[in-house]
């Protein structure tokens, strides 16, 4: 009976502690995705865009929004990425980050916009923002 007792503490032991896995009372980091979205003047009207994404953790992913492609150099802190296809405003990518309560220090920043015939557009009017 003395030894059935005993398993009975430490399954109790070990079962309370499976609630609280983190040590730091769930302020660690939340790992998950962030979007990027651009605002054009010309919807519909742009075939590629060429920004950077800075942050203080480097990205862990990249994915492109619905009908466009991006392409990327391996992720870092500071990463450049271009992105093709007809745009519009809304999202152009979403990007995988350590931690999204770190939403708010990542930025986006627009560096070039090309029309569908490779024409460089002025950069007036456009911007990105990232959110969660």
């Known amino acids: ?12 032991a070990l079962g309370g502690g499976a609630g609280s896995c983190s040590s730091d ?7 998950g995705v962030l979007t990027v979205s651009l605002a054009t003047p010309n919807p519909g009207a742009d ?9 203080p953790q480097a ?5 492109a929004g619905a009908g466009l492609r991006v392409f990327a150099p391996p992720l870092s802190l500071s ?4 992105v093709t296809g007809t745009l519009t405003n809304g999202a152009l990518v979403t990007i995988g980050v350590a931690d999204t309560r770190s939403a708010g220090q990542y930025t986006a920043t627009v560096q070039s916009v090309a029309a569908p015939d490779f024409q460089l557009r002025s950069l007036t009017g456009y911007s990105l923002t990232v959110s969660p």
């Open 1 to 12: 009976m003395t030894r059935l007792r005993g398993w009975l503490l430490v399954a109790l």
């Open 25 to 31: 009372g769930g302020t660690g980091p939340v790992a």
């Open 59 to 63: 990205l862990t992913s990249v994915a």
């Open 79 to 82: 990463t450049r990425l271009a």
């Open 47 to 55: 075939g590629a865009i060429l920004f950077r994404v800075s942050g």
